[in-house]
């Protein structure tokens, strides 16, 4: 059974680098042929894709966000991360890492949910 967990702070100020990590149990994220994605919900919203690492290491970024978002691996820890710069009030949002082969509708397991509010 894979499980994914999110750790990370709960409030970010607006222009800081909100940072997040998923970290995974009951499964390698280096096994073919997963994506290991990041996805969020704002308050009322629906969910949206950001990004995600491939098993082989390639990153996949939402063309809304790829200029702000970075996501990496640490494969001794089982773990990715997400970073997301210069961050804003329309960023606070239930972030959620999952495993899947692609879109949102692919995913599989799924962490919790962490909840990140963008506030001075």
């Known amino acids: 059974q894979v499980q994914l967990q999110e750790s990370g702070p709960g409030l970010v100020k607006p222009s800081q680098t909100l940072s997040l990590t998923c970290t995974v149990s009951g499964g390698s994220i280096t096994t073919n042929y997963y994506y290991w994605t990041w996805i969020r919900q704002p308050p009322g919203k629906g969910l949206e894709w950001m990004g995600a690492?491939?098993?082989?290491?390639?990153?996949y970024y939402s063309p809304s966000l790829t200029s702000r978002t970075s996501i990496s691996r640490d494969t001794s820890k089982n773990q990715f991360t997400l970073q997301l710069t210069s961050v804003t009030p329309e960023d606070t949002a239930v972030y959620y890492c999952?495993?899947?082969?692609?879109?949102?509708?692919?995913?599989?397991?799924w962490g919790q949910g962490t909840q990140v509010t963008v506030s001075s």
């Open positions: 690492i491939a098993y082989s290491g390639s990153t």
């Open positions: 999952a495993r899947g082969a692609g879109g949102i509708a692919t995913m599989d397991y």
